[in-house]
């Protein structure tokens, strides 16, 4: 069975910064994607970040060059390091996976971890 559980979420200032993880068990492929995401009261969720099993990534937008997605395959971690935050990242953040190339539906979700950051 697949779990991902995330952690790390929490109360910051503007311009802060903070790690999420979600650990993942039961979900071995040699090809697949994974993802964060993010919604925020009223809004749509949105992807935030990407990588596959080739370690290539993808941001939105509106956090290119602050969010960095990465993986410890190791540790079969997930990590999203998110710098210079803003109150617009203010959301729910939930990593999810799937066993198809990225650009497809994701299969595999975990709960959330709550951002909230204020001035």
């Known amino acids: 069975q697949v779990q991902l559980v995330e952690s790390g979420g929490g109360s910051v200032q503007t311009g802060g910064s903070l790690r999420l993880s979600c650990a993942v068990s039961g979900f071995t492929y040699n090809t697949y994607c994974m993802g964060w995401f993010r919604q925020a009261p009223g809004k749509e969720r949105e992807e935030v970040a990407s990588i596959d099993s080739d370690g290539i990534t993808s941001y939105a937008d509106s956090v290119k060059g602050r969010f960095t997605i990465s993986q410890d395959n190791a540790k079969n971690t997930l990590y999203l390091q998110m710098n210079s935050l803003k109150s617009d990242d203010t959301a729910m953040y939930f990593c999810?996976?799937?066993?198809?190339?990225?650009?497809?539906?994701?299969?595999?979700w975990g709960r959330g971890t709550q951002v909230t950051v204020s001035s």
């Open positions: 999810a996976a799937d066993h198809e190339v990225c650009g497809s539906d994701f299969a595999y």
